[in-house]
């Protein structure tokens, strides 16, 4: 083939030599995907001749000293303007210029929907319709534009939307064809999250299978496909299917007929791909199809087209046709890979050669392509290759001649090379490749004139004799088998084609090797594993295609924590954020599920007419569960929106975990290690200790000297747990003391509080040193104090013996909040605010601290308005609103605020009302 090209080319240098050629461009445009700052990945540059490896290239891309040496050229242009590009080839003495050619390098000004950047998502009530303005932040060009909105192809500059879903705006150049897109998330409040998708498998002779919500098993139809090889068919972010195509002829889900006049060849193993047009700003809505099409020299040559569900009023159409990609000859396969979440990857391999080429297909468009090394050149027909679901292991299958194998590499996601693992020899010639889901196993499937094979390989090792130890025959059979294929919800079966037949095979329990003799279950093939519609026949392949990871979707749950027998309930997050909660209502109820969702497709409680316990509303619930058993807790949501909207229901099985007693504290006399541990522990089924020195038995020893230990006891099913502190005396003293320290408020009036010691023997005399918080019993076991401190004791015995410790009494006071009833905002300098008081602890001067921290306040009119909201640092309210004074009337609050000493009581409110006096 070389010398034949050489030959050619030498004929006609002289008529060629200066005559402009034309230069194939992509990615022509700066925006916010493909720029000199963020996303550098510049425009493309090709030409269609094929030329001999000894050629040499240069490159002006019509800026200043901005050239290139390499066979595909690739700038990254910072301005917009039109470009000169021209290309010189040189090959034995002689040049060949293509150019100098017009390259117009647009730029668009960056759109937005929202009020930001960041403002990409807009929650609605249902039944309140909102516009989309496509110029609303943004000047509309001076240059001729053209505006499409996704999903329906509006070309006017504004929409009214009152469905969920994505939006978005595409604002083309008219002159470049450069576009740039803005998007915003449209969420009904209390929407449902759509359920699965419908995937789909169209090929052979009018087969249509349909996988739904999830399912690894289709049901089976037909459709207008007829095609002998090579399919592919692309999926949403929901994994429902779009469209199909065999490289000529392009169906939509519904199998109506979308475009012909593609220019791939069916009769290719896998000559058709798929890939996301990513976009960075707008709504998925652009996919390219890659199509091979075979040049006068009959190699294969690569293209792509171009796939748009906005045109057609969102039905989708073929914008761009037959786009030139890349001249190299190319064998008849086409490889496709996940990459990082917002890119893909595109594969070939050169014919009669060792080159992979790899081109990265993202936001910014087609990169050139990424050379790897292959260890073996195409020669003639081939069979397929194979991507792991996650992208990182590829499998390529070569036919003879000039030899039978798999070559299996390691592949990067993140720079798009493939670097040889090792290589698999073959019984025979393969066609289908496939991995298991977890890309452990390797399947082949190698089609025989009257007897076909399945082939497995273990190839988590990267030991190339471990994985051929693992070689395993898992069936043989009639008839001619074809592609073998996971399917497209979790790969749990891997589907195999056979030429002609009525029904498909399947591989059950893919990633289990025979050779795993620790499994009583492993991998098995079930020849007619799926019955075909009347009608309808297999050829040998199967569809081409990525699995995407479906968007996440996020809905408010109940969540459950507990300390010991104290449950605590609140809500994942808001119903319909942005939009706040404002009241949840809750109920418990002594019960079990029902097995049976409602009418409205929610879990609820059996028999709750008979079952409930408990009902409650605020923001967080917390319930002191007095007997062990199963509850069920409920919880409905009002907001802005909607009125006692429910959320599933969710079961509990309570286990009290009382008693639960620890000494509060051991004194060892005369000893260097002590035994420590509760001495009563709950009937509960299951439980782990979890000590504060990391054992996890139920009594442990500690060595002297004295410490706090602390014991935690937490019950395997429910997660709750309590923990409980000890303090290890050690003495030489023969003394024992059994006190504890306490809490006492330093906030006026101070309620005294008693210390109490109970040494042992009892006769032991007890002196407190002086402190000025001492009220009486100086030398009492029962002190009497009036502040909080650090209060030390001598114990001393008959014979004069002494031993001295202390109790420590923390000051901690609870939250107090005073609202005023009302205020008069006239200007006259009294009473002219609404402002709460709370307790800081001004009488005492000595201990200035305060102990209430306000967390926000919020005024209501009559009617539910929210007047005035404020988050500090200052809370309090001048009777105003919009600018104005409000009517003389009473007015709602919420005041929300906690008590700083005790975090652990979370966020209280107080509620009350207000008015307002002139």
């Known amino acids: 083939m070389m010398s034949r090209i050489l030959l050619l080319l030498l004929c006609t240098f002289s008529a060629l030599a200066q005559v402009p050629r034309t230069i194939e461009v992509r990615n022509n445009c700066i925006n916010q995907c493909n720029n000199c700052s963020e996303a550098p990945a510049g425009t493309v540059f090709e030409i269609r001749d094929v030329y001999p490896a000894a050629a040499t290239y240069l490159w002006d891309f019509g800026e200043g000293g901005a050239n290139s040496s390499a066979r595909t050229g690739v700038y990254q242009y910072c301005n917009p303007g039109t470009k000169k590009v021209s290309l010189k080839v040189t090959l034995g003495g002689v040049t060949t210029v293509y150019g100098p050619q017009d390259v117009k390098i647009g730029a668009l000004p960056d759109f937005i929907l929202g009020k930001d950047s960041n403002d990409t998502t807009l929650m609605i009530c249902k039944g309140d319709p909102v516009v989309l303005n496509a110029f609303g932040s943004i000047s509309k060009p001076a240059f001729p534009v053209g505006v499409s909105w996704f ?39 209390g929407e449902q999250p759509k359920a699965g998708g419908e995937d789909g498998w169209n090929f052979g002779q009018n087969i249509s299978l349909r996988f739904t919500g999830g399912s690894s098993t289709p049901s089976a139809g037909s459709g207008p496909l007829r095609t002998p090889a090579g399919v592919a068919k692309m999926t949403d972010e929901n994994n429902d299917l779009i469209f199909y195509t065999n490289g000529s002829r392009v169906y939509a889900k519904d199998n109506s007929l979308i475009a012909t006049g593609l220019n791939g060849d069916t009769t290719q193993i896998q000559g058709v791909a798929i890939l996301p047009k990513t976009t960075c700003k707008g709504c998925q809505s652009e996919y390219y199809i890659f199509t091979m099409q075979r040049n006068a020299a009959g190699e294969n040559q690569l293209f792509y087209s171009l796939y748009d569900r906005k045109l057609n009023g969102g039905e989708g159409g073929i914008s761009v046709m ?373 054992e996890s038995s139920r009594f442990i020893q500690v060595p002297n000297p004295s410490g706090l230990y602390s014991l935690e006891i937490k019950e395997d099913a429910s997660g709750c747990s309590i923990k409980k502190e000890t303090q290890v005396n050690f003495t030489t003293n023969p003394l024992a003391v059994k006190k504890a ?19 042992s023997p009892a006769n032991l005399q007890v002196s407190w040193q002086s402190n000025p918080g001492i009220v009486s019993g100086f030398n009492s076991k029962d002190l009497l104090i009036n502040r909080s401190g650090l209060y030390q004791f001598t114990l001393r015995d008959t014979d004069g013996c002494e031993l001295k410790d202390s109790v420590k009494i923390e000051d901690k006071c609870d939250a107090i909040l005073i609202a005023p009833t009302a205020f008069t905002p006239n200007g006259d300098g009294q009473n002219d605010v609404f402002e709460p008081s709370y307790n800081w602890n001004e009488p005492n001067v000595s201990y200035p601290k305060s102990r209430t921290q306000v967390i926000s306040l919020e005024i209501y009119n009559r009617w539910g308005e929210l007047l005035y909201s404020t988050k500090g640092p200052v809370f309090s309210w001048d009777g105003s609103f919009n600018g104005a004074k409000v009517p003389q009337e009473t007015y709602a609050y919420i005041i929300r605020y906690q008590a700083i000493d005790y975090p652990e009581k979370g966020i209280q409110e107080k509620r009350g009302a207000i008015v307002v006096v002139y």
Request: charged share 15%.
């Open 741 to 759: 320290d306490g809490i006492i408020c330093n906030d006026k009036p101070i309620q005294p509080y008693v210390v109490q010691l109970a040494p």
């Open 151 to 189: 999903p329906k192809g509006q070309t006017s500059d504004t929409i009214h939307v009152s469905e969920s879903g994505c939006y978005s705006v595409m604002v083309t150049d008219v002159g470049s064809g450069c576009a740039a897109e803005a998007k915003m998330e449209v969420k009904i409040c």
């Open 322 to 694: 037959n786009q030139f990609l890349s001249p190299a000859p190319s064998a008849e396969r086409f490889g496709v890979a996940v990459g990082g979440g917002d890119y893909y990857w595109l594969q070939t391999q050169d014919i009669d050669s060792t080159i992979l080429r790899t081109f990265k297909v993202s936001a910014a468009g087609i990169s050139a392509p990424i050379e790897s090394d292959a260890k073996l050149a195409v020669k003639g027909p081939t069979a397929s290759s194979h991507f792991s679901r996650d992208g990182k292991v590829l499998a390529i299958a070569y036919s003879s001649p000039p030899s039978n194998q798999i070559d299996v590499y390691d592949f990067d996601i993140n720079t798009g090379k493939s670097t040889f693992r090792y290589r698999i020899p073959l019984v025979g010639s393969p066609y289908g490749v496939e991995f298991s889901a977890d890309g452990k196993i390797l399947y082949a499937s190698i089609p025989g004139s009257g007897t076909s094979q399945i082939w497995q390989y273990a190839i988590a090792s990267k030991d190339s004799t471990i994985m051929r130890r693992s070689t395993s025959l898992l069936w043989s059979g009639p008839g001619k088998i074809g592609a073998l294929q996971g399917d497209p919800a979790s790969g749990s079966i891997i589907y195999a084609t056979f030429q002609g037949a009525t029904s498909l095979g399947k591989i059950v329990n893919p990633d289990i090797s025979l050779k795993d003799s620790t499994r009583s279950v492993r991998a098995t093939f079930v020849r007619n594993g799926l019955n075909l519609a009347a009608g309808t026949s297999s050829g040998l392949g199967l569809p081409l295609s990525i699995v995407l990871t479906p968007k996440p979707t996020s809905t408010p749950s109940i969540q459950q924590s507990c300390d010991g027998t104290t449950y605590h309930f609140k809500v994942s997050q808001d119903l319909c954020d942005p939009i706040k909660n404002d009241r949840l209502d809750w109920k418990i109820y002594r019960s079990t599920l029902d097995p049976n969702r409602n009418a409205d497709g929610l879990l609820v409680p059996l028999n709750p007419a008979g079952t409930l316990l408990y009902s409650y509303t605020g923001t967080e619930m917390t319930f002191d569960f007095k007997q062990a058993g199963d509850y069920v807790v409920t919880v409905a949501i009002s907001n802005a929106c909607l009125t006692n909207y429910m959320l599933d229901a969710s079961a509990y099985h309570v286990e009290l975990l009382d008693p639960f007693v620890l000494p509060a504290s051991y004194t060892f006399i005369c000893k260097e290690d002590g035994r420590i541990g509760p001495t009563s522990v709950p009937p509960v089924a299951a439980f782990t200790y979890t000590w504060s020195t990391g």
